[in-house]
């Protein structure tokens, strides 16, 4: 007799632990964190994504007092790792480390990337963000921004620059210094920075786009000139690099952004609690100084990423419409 009242209830249940956002047991996440954290990265060790992502965990972990565990889950420019995020339980558990390439600039170009990523994701708030630098060769004749545009005008069509993929933010950026100033230049992609800076120094290609922290040694070596960045504002690593902005190429302003995430529909209790830790992270005098030693700038506590990454992708569009670029 108590059956179909028991049925009734099992049903309900079941229906309530199906509903979006209900994957995870009230009392689980008033108890969260319980147990490490997965913080997934969508690419190699040894990169600026990674390193954020192992900086930022370790302080994490102190913060919450649980283990915090980088997997760098490589390939596709960083959505294969993304795509490993949006299918995880909304739990807390699995985060992804997420920057502008797999966010936001991925689906604009690429029909294989089927996730969305804002509809896909729990948007828990800004990280960090770092420069981008065009360079040039020591051997080159064109030293500052000037030279570059000079050049670049009065030789349509006849440079080159050389980024590490199609579409990623590094080549959206140059396409930006296209668009303002009106250039016709040749993208040449390579497969990682090394061969890419090791043809710029041989000679073999003229300019290159790189995150500033990784082409700075060779260029305090003499080996790379920097030319410009591509962000509004200077670095504080190096004050003495002028931005394009400067030069008068106003739309110019474009860097790299991390970001951190979990699956879409993370109940609000536990992102409540990661936002806060998050905040709570930004402040650390040490992660910010580790983090302004690799060359990024820590972002401010309580940003919108959601809000911010719309934007963001709405500037990305708008190049990747202009230069018309695809995979």
Same mark, same amino acid.
């Given at each position: 007799?108590?059956?179909? @009242?028991?049925?009734?209830?099992?049903?309900?249940?079941?229906?309530?632990?199906?509903?979006?956002?209900?994957? &995870?047991?009230?009392?689980?996440?008033?108890?969260?964190?319980?147990?490490?954290? @997965?913080?997934?990265?969508?690419?190699?060790?040894?990169?600026?994504?990674?390193?954020?992502?192992?900086?930022?965990?370790?302080?994490?972990? /102190?913060?919450?007092?649980?283990?915090? %565990?980088?997997?760098?889950?490589?390939?596709?420019?960083?959505?294969?790792?993304?795509?490993?995020?949006?299918?995880?339980?909304?739990?807390?558990?699995?985060?992804?480390?997420?920057?502008?390439?797999?966010?936001?600039?991925?689906?604009?170009?690429?029909?294989?990337?089927?996730?969305?990523?804002?509809? =896909? !994701?729990?948007? %828990?708030?800004?990280?960090? @963000?770092?420069?981008?630098?065009?360079?040039?060769?020591?051997?080159?004749? &064109?030293?500052?921004?000037?030279?570059?545009?000079?050049?670049?005008?009065?030789?349509?069509?006849?440079?080159? !620059?050389?980024?590490?993929?199609?579409?990623?933010?590094?080549?959206?950026?140059?396409?930006?210094?296209?668009?303002?100033?009106?250039?016709?230049?040749?993208?040449?992609?390579?497969?990682?920075?090394?061969?890419?800076?090791?043809? %710029?120094?041989?000679?073999?290609?003229?300019?290159?786009? !790189? $995150?500033?922290?990784?082409?700075?040694?060779?260029?305090?070596?003499?080996?790379?000139?920097?030319?410009?960045?591509?962000?509004?504002?200077?670095? #504080?690593?190096?004050?003495? %690099?002028? @931005?394009?902005?400067?030069?008068?190429?106003?739309? $110019?302003?474009?860097?790299?952004?991390?970001?951190?995430?979990?699956?879409?529909?993370?109940?609000?209790?536990?992102?409540?609690?990661?936002?806060?830790?998050?905040? =709570?992270?930004?402040?650390? #005098?040490?992660?910010?100084?580790?983090?302004?030693?690799?060359?990024?700038?820590?972002?401010?506590?309580?940003?919108?990423?959601?809000? !911010?990454?719309?934007?963001?992708?709405? /500037?990305?569009?708008?190049?990747?419409?202009?230069?018309?670029?695809?995979?």
């Amino acid at each position: 007799m108590n059956q179909p @009242t028991l049925t009734r209830r099992a049903l309900t249940l079941a229906l309530a632990a199906c509903a979006a956002g209900a994957a &995870v047991p009230a009392h689980a996440q008033g108890d969260y964190p319980a147990r490490p954290i @997965t913080l997934v990265v969508g690419y190699p060790a040894g990169g600026s994504t990674d390193l954020t992502a192992r900086l930022f965990g370790e302080a994490l972990s /102190k913060r919450i007092g649980e283990r915090v %565990i980088v997997e760098n889950v490589g390939g596709a420019g960083g959505a294969i790792g993304a795509q490993r995020v949006a299918k995880a339980r909304p739990d807390g558990y699995t985060l992804l480390l997420g920057a502008s390439n797999e966010m936001a600039i991925a689906s604009l170009i690429n029909k294989a990337v089927k996730y969305d990523g804002l509809k =896909d !994701f729990t948007p %828990i708030g800004m990280i960090s @963000t770092q420069p981008m630098v065009l360079v040039a060769s020591a051997n080159s004749p &064109v030293k500052n921004i000037s030279d570059f545009l000079a050049q670049a005008r009065a030789n349509p069509g006849k440079f080159s !620059f050389g980024t590490s993929g199609v579409g990623t933010a590094l080549h959206l950026s140059a396409e930006s210094v296209k668009e303002a100033g009106g250039l016709q230049l040749v993208h040449v992609p390579y497969r990682g920075v090394a061969p890419l800076a090791s043809d %710029i120094m041989g000679g073999q290609l003229q300019f290159g786009v !790189f $995150v500033l922290s990784s082409a700075l040694a060779n260029i305090r070596a003499g080996k790379l000139v920097p030319i410009g960045l591509m962000q509004a504002t200077r670095a #504080p690593l190096a004050p003495e %690099i002028p @931005t394009f902005a400067e030069a008068g190429l106003k739309d $110019v302003n474009m860097d790299i952004w991390f970001g951190l995430y979990g699956p879409a529909n993370v109940p609000e209790p536990v992102a409540a609690k990661l936002r806060a830790a998050l905040d =709570d992270v930004l402040k650390m #005098p040490e992660f910010r100084s580790k983090m302004q030693e690799s060359g990024s700038t820590v972002a401010a506590p309580g940003v919108d990423l959601a809000q !911010f990454q719309r934007k963001e992708t709405e /500037k990305y569009k708008r190049i990747v419409e202009f230069a018309k670029i695809e995979e």
